[in-house]
């Protein structure tokens, strides 16, 4: 399976390029970056601390787009709505893992998995995803007296908040609750808030030194609270998770797929 990486120069883009050369059944078919970028023409092995690996650092994404059999992008909301729309142009398919974005960069995607099959996933490691599967069940099991509550921490330089991950585990607490997250999410405390509504499900948001990506979600009923956590110590477990996405989504028809949907959960 030909595998390309938009944003190849960042921090994930690395990781991905080594979890791309690392997996069985996967060729790099190449990674882009910004035509200003200082690392342009690099060998991207060299690039992700690897011997070299024969594959240039690129500014030309539609030819990578034609190149490749599948398109991994952890980049940003706007770029990843442009190369949606490109893998929909072109017929690459997509394993998105960018966070953050607004109402109309999602329907681009939507459209696009009209035309290809693309993975999008607020976290791609295999622990979270269960996780997600666990926060669902007992969201369900426990009543609503119980308060959920979801606390999040990041790196200092991750630029949304409430994190993807930390969105995706209220998603699914409210779908354990059958109701929607949008009319019960409280992200925001500041000042007299007033007592806690019953039903809500609130967000605290950390950010700080090099934290990879930790959450916690937590049950708070009287006389107990139960609590169930993740935490991420490398960028590894996203980068193999989204390759191994990338190798199954090869050979999928056209949709909108998830992680549960690769992993078979």
Not at 33 to 54: M, N, T, V, W, Y
Not at 92 to 103: E, F, I, K, M
Not at 245 to 265: C, E, F, H, R, T
Request: glycine share 14%; aromatic share 4%.
């Amino acid at each position: 399976m030909k595998i390309g990486i938009v944003g190849a120069a960042g921090r994930m883009g690395r990781m991905l390029i080594g979890a791309v050369l690392a997996a069985e059944g996967a060729e790099l078919a190449g990674g882009v970056e910004k035509s200003s970028h200082q690392d342009q023409g690099r060998d991207l092995g060299e690039l992700a601390g690897f011997e070299p690996c024969g594959v240039k650092l690129s500014s030309d994404t539609r030819a990578l787009f034609e190149a490749a059999d599948v398109i991994i992008d952890f980049t940003a909301p706007a770029a990843t709505a442009l190369h949606a729309a490109l893998a929909a142009d072109t017929g690459a398919r997509l394993v998105v893992g960018t966070t953050g974005l607004d109402v109309a960069q999602q329907q681009t995607i939507a459209h696009a998995a009209q035309k290809t099959a693309l993975v999008q996933a607020a976290n791609y490691s295999v622990g979270v995803n269960v996780l997600l599967g666990l926060v669902e069940q007992m969201a369900r099991i426990l009543p609503e007296s119980y308060d959920i509550e979801i606390l999040e921490m990041h790196h200092h330089h991750k630029v949304d908040a409430p994190s993807g991950t930390a969105l995706a585990l209220g998603h699914a607490a409210a779908a354990g609750r059958g109701v929607k997250l949008d009319d019960v999410a409280d992200k925001v405390r500041d000042g007299i808030t007033g007592a806690r509504r019953l039903g809500d499900i609130g967000f605290a948001t950390l950010r700080g030194g090099d934290v990879v990506g930790d959450h916690t979600v937590m049950f708070a009923g009287a006389g107990e609270r139960v609590e169930i956590s993740h935490k991420a110590s490398s960028r590894e477990i996203f980068a193999s998770g989204a390759v191994r996405a990338a190798l199954w989504v090869g050979g999928q028809k056209p949709g909108l797929y998830s992680m549960k949907d690769v992993l078979g959960l």
